[in-house]
């Protein structure tokens, strides 16, 4: 990732170990440093960079959490069978204590 590459919008793996960062306002200090404002997942933060303390970041683009992309060709049937299934695995999930 390139210095430059760190502006207000942008989606950033690296910054925190709390997550993916969304930056929200950034500072230069001269050519050579940055001041960063972002959150992760709702909290805010700040980080002070200098030019190279930026290698091991990488640029995420923004997705969606989850897809609904299935084929929409269902019919009552189906549909009931696609919601028994999904109750059967959360059910699963909670008795190993994950949701």
Known sequence: MEFGQLQPGAHVR???????????QVRSFGPDALNLLFRVNGKIGERLLYRGDEIPFELVQPGRAYAFDADGGFDAEDVSVVRDNATQLKLKFKSTGFE
Do not use: N, P
């Open 14 to 24: 690296g910054l925190d170990t709390g997550g993916i960062a969304e930056i929200i």
